[in-house]
């Protein structure tokens, strides 16, 4: 593994117990400038998780819990009238910032969670005519609760598709959870990092290192067989997007780069292809009833795309 990725990697394991696949697709999100969305339960670490990685890096980290009276200023800011001076000034919202965690996403209104997406896409906010540009590296983790429904406010598809990856943390072990226990006996398991493992120029060093890794035309070709699948199939009523398919590709090549290789495998792609492309698909009633979820459909279709040789790189 390439040993800034896994500096950092055991910097956010000082805090959180197991859930290394969970940990390294994070980062890997971050080297690929998407972002994630969490769905789980609650109470697993989701917020642990991303103060972590923003302790370990240093930047900026903002957390704003979404309630449906929270106002689309609360996210990109405002400007008001500076009384010294008589002038308009900008003042901050939740994104300006490397790291933002905005807790139960669902639970904002549809004004907020369109103003959060515009930034995430854009990485800059727009007020009376004056562009301010986000930071960089800017990184939003948007959490939801699968369970609870009442009082909440359905993500569409098409926002669905601006979040790079969804991952899920699921329960701990036995084990992993007796080392919860100890871990949180004394103090928050947080302060376990008591200084950043690298620098948000570190982070964007590997971003653009990210961005040289090689992509044969074989490799490219099953990336888009695999997308192609999902179109028209009647275990589907809504297939991957070109965004999807260049998700995937950005993420096998993220991939490649955090195991020390300086070209795409085919296993790069079928190991990040679940939490890339599960939650652009909307599985049909036939779909559901013989899959049970698109994270299930993504997974067979896998076992059925043929897989391309790797001789000729």
């Keep these: 593994m390439n040993k800034n990725v896994s500096l950092l990697a055991q910097t956010v394991g000082k805090v959180i117990v197991g859930k290394d696949d969970t940990i390294i697709k994070l980062i890997a999100s971050l080297l690929c400038e998407g972002h994630v969305l969490l769905e789980d339960v609650p109470g697993v670490g989701k917020t642990q998780l991303i103060t972590a990685l923003s302790r370990s890096i240093g930047g900026k980290f903002n957390r704003i819990q979404l309630t449906p009276d929270v106002m689309p200023s609360d996210i990109a800011g405002f400007t008001m009238m500076d009384q010294s001076t008589g002038e308009f ?14 807790d139960e996403i669902n639970r904002a209104s549809p004004k907020v969670q369109s103003a959060l997406l515009e930034a995430m896409e854009e990485r800059q906010v727009s007020l009376d005519g004056v562009t301010h540009e986000l930071p960089k590296p800017f990184l939003v983790m948007a959490t939801q609760n699968p369970v609870e429904t009442y009082g909440t406010f359905h993500l569409p598809e098409a926002q669905m598709d601006r979040f790079f990856m969804k991952l899920s943390m699921g329960y701990p072990t036995a084990e992993e959870e007796f080392n919860i226990l100890e871990r949180t006996e004394m103090y928050n398991p947080i302060e376990n990092i008591t200084e950043p493992a690298m620098t948000v120029d570190d982070i964007q060093n590997m971003q653009q290192a990210v961005k040289k890794i090689r992509v044969t035309d074989d490799v490219k070709k099953y990336i888009i067989s695999i997308v192609n699948a999902t179109r028209g199939d009647r275990n589907t009523t809504l297939g991957i997007s070109p965004r999807g398919s260049i998700a995937l590709y950005k993420a096998s090549k993220a991939f490649a780069y955090i ?14 292809a679940v ?6 698909i909307i599985l049909s009633p036939q779909g559901k009833t013989s899959f049970g979820s698109s994270e299930g459909y993504v997974t067979e279709l896998l076992k059925n795309i043929p897989v391309p040789s790797m001789g000729g790189r």
């Excluded at 070209?263 to 079928?270: A, C, E, G, L, R």
């Design 259 to 272: 195991y020390e290789r300086d070209y795409v495998t085919p296993d790069d792609v079928k190991n990040t």
């Design 89 to 102: 000034v900008y003042r901050d919202g939740a994104v300006m910032c490397n790291f933002l965690l905005a």
């Design 275 to 280: 939490s890339v492309l599960s939650h652009r």
